[in-house]
C-alpha cells in the first residue's frame, strides 16, 4: 500500500507539533472514513495490549481507528488479511517478526508476500527476549536451567505463541545450542503473558 504511506507518516509524526486546525485540514484528503488496525492473534495477548493504546494515541490524528483480531495461523490468518486488503491505507496491520519475516521462509505455500503485498509504517515497539520459569524449577540461571532440563529428559517444556513465530524458533535454538534435544515445544493460540518468551519487536505494516 505504497500511496497512502507518506501521508500517513506526515501526519503520524507531525501530530504532536502541529495546532488543531492545521491538523484537522491534513486530515481532509485522508483519512476519510475509520481506519481497521488488525491484531493478529486473539484478543488478551500481548500484541492486544499494544494495540488497543495505540489505536486510542492515533484518533486525535486519523479519526477513528478500530482494533479488529483476526487469530490463526501463529498470526499468518490476520496478516494475510491484511495483505489482500484493498490498498487504500484503510487496513493496516500489527505484527512483528514472525508475521514479516519466518511466516515466509517457513512455510512451504505462504499466504502473502510480506515485500510485495506489505508496506512497512513504523516501527512501534521494541521489545526484549526473557525465559521465564515456574518458581518450584529449581534454576535461578540459564546454565542451572539447561542443567535442569538435561537432567529431567522428555519432562521440561515451553510455551510459544504459536508453531514458526520467532519466541518458537528462539526455543529451537535454545535447544540445538544447549544440546537438550527433547525439550517439548507447546504452541498456544496467542502471545499470553506467560509465554516462557516475551515477544519480538513489533511493526507497524499496511
Excluded: C
Excluded at 513465530?165 to 535447544?175: F, I, P, S, V, Y
Amino acid at each position: 500500500m505504497k500511496l497512502p504511506r507518506r501521508q500517513f507518516l506526515r501526519l503520524a509524526t507531525g501530530a504532536a507539533a502541529l495546532p488543531a486546525v492545521s491538523r484537522f485540514a491534513r486530515a481532509q484528503t485522508y483519512p476519510t472514513r475509520p481506519i481497521r488496525l488488525v491484531v493478529p492473534f486473539p484478543p488478551g495477548g500481548v500484541v492486544d495490549f499494544i494495540a488497543r493504546p495505540l489505536a486510542q494515541g492515533l484518533k486525535p490524528v486519523l479519526g477513528s481507528v478500530f482494533v479488529e483480531n483476526v487469530g490463526g495461523g501463529g498470526g499468518s490468518l490476520g496478516s494475510a488479511a491484511v495483505a489482500h486488503a484493498r490498498p487504500d491505507g484503510y487496513t493496516i496491520l500489527l505484527a512483528g517478526t514472525s508475521q514479516y519475516v519466518t511466516d515466509a521462509l517457513l512455510k512451504r505455500q505462504p499466504q502473502y508476500d510480506p515485500i510485495k503485498d506489505l508496506e512497512p509504517i513504523a516501527n512501534v515497539v521494541v521489545s526484549t527476549y526473557a525465559i521465564v520459569v515456574h518458581p518450584a524449577v529449581p534454576a535461578h540461571t540459564l546454565m542451572e536451567f539447561v542443567d535442569y532440563a538435561k537432567a529431567n529428559r522428555g519432562k521440561v517444556s515451553y510455551g510459544s505463541a504459536g508453531t514458526g513465530t520467532a519466541n518458537h524458533l528462539t526455543g529451537e535454538m535454545l535447544k540445538l545450542q544447549a544440546g537438550v534435544p527433547d525439550l517439548i515445544h507447546v504452541p498456544y493460540r496467542a502471545p499470553v503473558q506467560r509465554s516462557p518468551t516475551s515477544w519480538a519487536d513489533k511493526f507497524l505494516w499496511s
